[in-house]
């Protein structure tokens, strides 16, 4: 049972547009979210996270939005750069883990035409 | 470049067969944690090692093992393949055995069982 899930396999952007990517979860005892975005040929890398005591975490040209009674969270990319082509992985974290076990989804491949 | 490494890059062998996946952490992470992404798929978590011990365990099968070393190196071990095990298998590393930490990912292994 796929407890994060991004419905959207893919989104294609014109550079200097804003991304906006999109995940949502099932289990209410997720608490900590966070997006890390992938290459090809190379591993997920860390972007940006926020926990669920806040709605919006910004890192420069990122941020991430969190809608708690929707169980939907949002990646901004403002503005879109080339460089961001990658496929963008959600995943969501609960205190109840004793260790530190992620919950991912199954990925939205951004590309971004310039 | 993560720091963790992951051997061999590719792999192709036959069901029925065994294979061993090895994993080096960034120097100083005592967390080792091995994903399964197939087909279409998002990361699956298989298992954390947390300094030589099993730390939280995820959808793994009993045809997988996986250890971590004392000089803290993990290796994932697949028997038993069957054409479903097909897959990317990433390693991924932590300072640590909770707290949010951020997980740095290997490049991957590719299996393919023919």
């Known amino acids: 049972d796929q407890q994060v899930k991004q419905n959207s396999p893919s989104l294609s952007v014109q550079e200097g547009r804003i991304s906006i990517l999109n995940c949502d979860y099932t289990?209410?005892?997720?608490?900590?979210f966070l997006w890390y975005k992938k290459y090809p040929a190379e591993g997920p890398t860390f972007l940006i996270s926020?926990?669920?005591?806040?709605d919006k975490n910004e890192d420069g040209r990122f941020t991430v939005f969190l809608n708690k009674s929707a169980k939907h969270l949002s990646l901004h990319i403002v503005p879109s750069q080339p460089g961001d082509s990658a496929v963008y992985f959600c995943?969501?974290?609960?205190?109840?883990?004793?260790?530190?076990?992620?919950?991912f989804g199954t990925g939205t491949s951004l590309t971004v035409i310039p | 470049d993560s720091g963790v490494t992951q051997t061999p890059k590719h792999l192709i062998t036959a069901t029925g067969q065994r294979v061993t996946l090895r994993c080096s952490p960034r120097?100083?992470?005592?967390?080792v944690y091995w994903y399964q992404q197939s087909l279409d798929q998002g990361l699956q978590f298989l298992i954390q090692?947390?300094?030589?011990?099993?730390?939280a365990k995820g959808n793994i099968l009993e045809r997988f093992s996986a250890q971590q070393f004392p000089d803290l190196h993990s290796e994932l071990n697949l028997s038993s393949l069957e054409l479903g095990d097909s897959a990317l298998y990433f390693c991924?590393?932590?300072?640590?055995?909770?707290?949010?930490?951020?997980?740095?990912f290997g490049p991957g292994t590719r299996l393919l069982v023919l």
């Open positions: 991924a590393s932590s300072v640590g055995t909770g707290g949010r930490e951020t997980q740095y």
């Open positions: 289990n209410s005892m997720f608490d900590y």
């Open positions: 926020i926990s669920s005591i806040k």
């Open positions: 995943a969501a974290d609960t205190h109840a883990n004793t260790g530190n076990q992620f919950y």
């Open positions: 120097s100083g992470d005592l967390s």
């Open positions: 090692y947390y300094n030589g011990e099993e730390r």
